[in-house]
């Protein structure tokens, strides 16, 4: 067994976990709330989040202006905003895109000598701000990793923060606040969440205590993937199992990191606006084909928790909806030139490992 395993991030877990902890939100004494348009309020969590924080004398400013994939202009933006309002800390509140964004948000507010670009130097004169989390999606598991996706208005392209400034001081994960989610949102964030699991599982580093965790989330996220292949009305119980496990997820690849359909899944969002789950799912074939080839014993064992591969690759396509997107061998070509320099850790932690050419040819399928 070779693994190392670092997750510290404070949770807690069930419904009303907010109101019912309302000390642990309490990382200051004032705070920039941030959402994106509508789903904060949409899902009860706003409401609860307040109500935590008047019962712990804590007042608040909100910013609500983060859109989808964040951009770093955005979040450089709701820095200046904590400021002026005086927050000691942010309390994000939303899917893994208002997740991601309070964590570099935390990073602006504490250095205002910072360019929205220098975020990517990973090299500050302070601290950033303790941050609190509270999902919306049940998805990227943001609540607990280390990393934050963010997106360079200049390039339009999806580049990852990194580090344990990136984690989380609390996360409040109350499958609740994710029932009012649309179908199509459901379907998306459980393939982002079924794609942490599996992928992280067939890394290398995916043993121990890391490899129970996705032996856990992998059946129960296949099971929910089944039902959601069949139905448009999500059961609460199945929507609760969805959440946990995208969380177990994301305790999966904080540690493991992600294999190559993450990278690939990129140039879908970036290029075709096809949401993060769906982006990734579309390269689950041909990932689950070489981890069929290069990693045997895995493949066996994952197959055990959930069906022939031919049958889960027919759930997965039967959900992934990448409406009329055809990318073909010139452009596949070009998008792959991003990896001409440098190969992403992705690649080689992926089993049998992927070229740049290889990569090209992958996204000339779709
Ligand atoms: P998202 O981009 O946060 O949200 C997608 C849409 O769903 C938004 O329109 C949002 O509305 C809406 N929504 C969220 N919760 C809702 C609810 N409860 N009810 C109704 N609508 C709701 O989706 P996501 O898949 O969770 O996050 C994707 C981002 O996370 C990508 O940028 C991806 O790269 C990143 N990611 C991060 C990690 C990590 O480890 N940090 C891992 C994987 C992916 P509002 O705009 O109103 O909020
Ligand atoms: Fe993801």
Redesign the pocket.
């Known amino acids: 067994m070779t693994y190392s395993a670092y997750m510290p991030v404070k949770c807690f877990w069930g419904n009303g976990c907010v109101c019912n902890n309302s000390s642990a939100i309490a990382l200051g004494k004032s705070c920039l709330i941030v959402?994106?348009?509508?789903?904060?309020k949409?899902?009860g969590a706003l409401d609860d989040a307040i109500s935590a924080l008047e019962k712990e004398n804590i007042s608040y400013a909100i910013f609500d202006g983060?859109?989808?994939?964040?951009l770093i202009s955005a979040c450089h933006k709701a820095g200046e905003a904590a400021r002026k309002a005086g927050a000691d800390f942010i309390l994000g509140i939303?899917?893994?895109?208002?997740?991601?964004a309070s964590k570099a948000i935390a990073i602006y507010a504490a250095n205002a000598d910072l360019s929205p670009i220098d975020i990517y130097k990973r090299e500050y004169s302070s601290k950033a701000l303790p941050v609190a989390l509270i999902g919306?999606?049940a998805?990227?598991?943001?609540e607990v990793?280390a990393?934050?996706?963010l997106t360079n208005d200049e390039t339009g392209i999806?580049k990852s923060i990194s580090g344990p400034d990136c984690y989380a001081s609390v996360s409040f994960c109350d499958p609740e606040?994710?029932f009012?989610?649309?179908y199509k949102?459901t379907v998306?964030?459980a393939l982002?969440a079924f794609a942490?699991a599996v992928e992280g599982f067939f890394t290398v580093k995916c043993d121990g205590v890391l490899r129970l965790f996705a032996e856990k989330c992998i059946p129960e996220l296949y099971f929910c993937l089944e039902i959601l292949s069949k139905t448009d009305t999500v059961p609460e119980e199945i929507r609760e199992k969805l959440y946990y496990a995208s969380v177990y997820a994301?305790l999966v690849?904080?540690n493991c990191g992600t294999a190559f359909p993450h990278p690939l899944g990129y140039v879908l969002t970036e290029n075709y606006g096809i949401?993060?789950?769906m982006a990734c799912a579309a390269f689950f074939a041909p990932f689950i084909d070489r981890c069929a080839e290069f990693s045997n014993e895995k493949f066996n064992a994952f197959c055990r928790m959930t069906d022939d591969a031919d049958k889960v690759k027919a759930v997965i396509k039967s959900l992934t909806d990448l409406g009329n997107t055809v990318i073909g061998k010139e452009k596949a070509e070009n998008y792959a030139l991003r990896w001409q320099s440098v190969i992403p850790r992705n690649f080689t932690a992926s089993p049998g490992g992927l070229t740049m050419e290889e990569a090209a040819s992958i996204l000339a399928e779709i």
Do not use: Q, R
């Open positions: 959402t994106g348009k509508s789903s904060a949409l899902s983060i859109g989808e994939n964040p939303g899917g893994g895109s208002v997740l991601d919306t999606t998805g990227t598991g943001s990793t990393v934050a996706v999806k606040y994710t009012s989610m649309p949102t998306s964030t982002d942490h994301g690849i904080n949401p993060h789950g």
